[in-house]
């Protein structure tokens, strides 16, 4: 029986590397970002806690119950901040 021909195989030469582009998307994060959001929270935890320990005769009398809601909205703040945060 014949013997089969023989092939050389090309040696293995790796394709070259690429290097990972770096892509901006206009981050605004700067040092500003984490004490604000941390003031936020603050404020507004020390805002419910506030009213609760007065009997809602602190922080603002007038606002009644509202005051829960901003407190509230101070920690949603804080919130909105930390989406800026890198």
Known sequence: ???SRIRKKE??????????TEINLGATGGRWVAP???AMFTIGLAW???FYVTQ?????????SWNIVV??????AGFVV???WK
């Open 71 to 76: 407190g509230f909205g101070f920690i949603a």
């Open 36 to 38: 604000l959001m941390l």
């Open 56 to 64: 809602s005769k602190l922080p603002v009398e007038a606002f009644g």
């Open 11 to 20: 040696d293995f030469t790796p394709p070259p590397e690429k290097k990972a």
């Open 1 to 3: 029986m014949p013997k």
């Open 82 to 84: 930390s989406t800026q």
């Open 48 to 50: 419910i806690v506030l």
